[in-house]
């Protein structure tokens, strides 16, 4: 197997940029999503959304770190950090939540242990 370097290193599931998948998907550590994926998310580790990713469904997860586009609701159990660029349309709960100063967030937000 090829060793990855970059934003993709340490990481055993991925989407790359450009890359389009329909259906759900279920991933048992961490996931990093750059492409479109159609579907609900499930995330036993940490979701990373990049700036170029877009995910038209609910996520469950651990933990998430949002640069891009989500089109449903959104949990994270434990943290969600939401940076300048992500853009949520729908429900965003988690246990903590940080907010950049430019993300923006269409639905309600719940915290929630």
């Given at each position: ?66 640069e891009g586009h989500i ?16 853009k949520i349309n729908g ?21 929630k242990k």
């Amino acid at each position: 197997m090829a060793k990855l370097n970059g934003k993709y290193s340490g990481l055993d599931n991925f989407i790359p940029e450009g890359a389009e998948i329909n259906g759900s998907l279920n991933a048992a550590s961490n996931l990093r999503i750059d492409g479109k994926l159609e579907g609900k998310v499930v995330s036993a580790g940490r979701l990373i959304l990049g700036s170029s990713g877009k995910i038209i469904g609910d996520v469950e997860c651990k933990n998430a770190f949002i640069e891009g586009h989500i089109e449903g609701n959104l949990h994270a159990f434990d943290v969600l950090q939401l940076s300048n660029s992500s853009k949520i349309n729908g429900n965003v709960a988690a246990a903590k939540i940080i907010l950049a100063e430019h993300c923006q967030i269409s639905g309600s937000m719940k915290l929630k242990k």
